[in-house]
């Protein structure tokens, strides 16, 4: 798993990690609200932790902002301890509060309680965006209906896309987490499969579905994801 701390605190920052990465899990580091947003663009994040008093966008503007178009788990972690404060952070959709100072092993437990549930949430699931929808209960992809016959590897990107609609992903995060192997920079069958999946969804819909964001990878066209 891989674990977004958002925590402008150097010493915080740098526990956080080792306990993380104790745990086997990976993790990617921002310093302000700005940065963290930035970050889950470039990064397939599993879930996120989050504290309040950063330089940039504050907290609670980071929560609202990735809550509004994803179900990521968040887990705030705050000085600010008012009840009022804390139920108007899970109202925002935080899926946990945790005061600071606070304990290592509970934040570790509720981590593996945060992704397990965000796990079994979206298993089984259904996305659409426009006429394209992908079923992950039988694995078919669909647009008006008509199946897309994609190749096992086109699929497992075609579904990223779908999962995270806004999210830039880098050529390494697609070729790792298509074919499963450790990417070395060669670009030819990545863009290859790009290729034969714009066209495919060309076919049926005469519209391009896929942005090329150059010198970082690519994501789903935003001219298709915000349309109405």
């Known amino acids: 798993m891989k674990i977004l701390i958002i925590e402008d605190n150097q ?13 086997g899990h990976q993790t990617v580091s921002a310093y302000s609200g700005t940065e963290g947003l930035l970050l889950l663009q470039l990064h397939a ?17 980071v929560l609202r902002e990735i809550k509004s178009h ?7 972690i705050s000085a600010m301890n008012s009840m009022d404060e804390k139920i108007a952070l899970l109202k925002a ?9 606070f304990n290592l092993r509970e934040l570790m437990a509720r981590i593996d309680n945060a992704i397990k549930h965000y796990q079994g949430s979206t298993s089984k699931a259904v996305y659409q965006i426009e006429h394209l929808v992908y079923d992950s209960n039988d694995h078919r992809m669909t647009y ?7 190749t096992p590897q086109e699929f497992k990107i075609m579904s990223l896309f779908m999962q995270n609609p806004n999210k830039i992903f880098t050529k390494q995060e697609l070729f790792e987490l298509a074919w499963d192997s450790y990417y070395i920079g060669e ?28 010198g970082i990878g690519f994501r789903l066209n935003p001219q298709i994801n915000t349309a109405d």
């Open 144 to 150: 008006k209906q008509q199946e897309l016959n994609f």
């Open 45 to 61: 994040i599993d879930l996120v932790i989050l504290d309040l008093m950063l330089p940039g966008k504050s907290g609670q503007d």
């Open 70 to 76: 994803s179900v990521l788990p968040v887990i705030v």
């Open 187 to 214: 670009d030819k069958t990545l863009n290859v499969h790009i290729g034969n999946i714009r066209k495919k969804l060309f076919a049926v819909s005469e519209r391009d579905w896929i942005e090329t964001v150059w």
């Open 11 to 23: 010493d915080i920052q740098t526990m956080l990690v080792e306990a993380i990465g104790q745990q």
């Open 93 to 101: 959709g935080a899926d946990d509060y945790l005061d600071k100072p």
